[in-house]
């Protein structure tokens, strides 16, 4: 009974650490270092992206308003988890995409999609 009692005081604390890290995953990315990020990956030479200079290329959809869309790519749910996925590993998503797999890191992907969310 004590031991218990111990053991689940001792556990508490993890438990309220793993829900805390939880959280610090699901937290969206810097908007500002996806600006950038952008930028360096060249996503522009393919998108029209607002917001960010010389981004006109029309290989890709335009992404003005990306936020409101429903779907990305025609094939998934337009959420932060899903917009972060497409940007890492488009052909993984859809293997017929003519979008790259650029080699986006995952924070990289994360702030990217924290910026294009602000596209409304
Ligand atoms: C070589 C051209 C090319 C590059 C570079 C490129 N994309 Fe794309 N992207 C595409 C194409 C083509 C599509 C449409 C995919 C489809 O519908 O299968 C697309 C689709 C998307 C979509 C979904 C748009 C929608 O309307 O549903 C997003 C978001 C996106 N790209 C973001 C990015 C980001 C961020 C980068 C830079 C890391 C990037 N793309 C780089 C060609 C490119």
């Known amino acids: 009974m ?5 053991c689940c005081l001792l556990l508490l604390p993890l ?13 969206p990315g810097d908007p500002q270092h996806g600006r950038a990020a952008i930028r360096e990956y060249g996503c ?4 029209v992206i ?3 200079g010389g981004a006109d290329g029309r290989t890709g959809p335009s992404l003005e308003r990306i936020a409101k869309r429903v779907y990305l ?10 917009m ?3 940007i890492r590993e ?5 293997p017929r995409t003519a979008m790259p797999n650029m080699g986006v890191s995952e924070s990289d992907a994360r702030d ?4 294009l969310y602000t596209l409304k």
């Open 112 to 115: 990217i999609t924290a910026y």
């Open 2 to 6: 004590t031991a218990r009692t111990v």
């Open 15 to 27: 438990l309220t650490t793993g829900c805390g890290g939880d959280k610090v995953e699901s937290t």
């Open 44 to 47: 522009g030479s393919c998108h």
């Open 90 to 94: 488009p052909e993984e998503v859809d």
């Open 84 to 86: 972060a996925r497409w």
């Open 50 to 52: 607002p917001g960010i």
């Open 73 to 82: 790519a025609g094939v998934l749910p337009n959420t932060p988890d899903d």
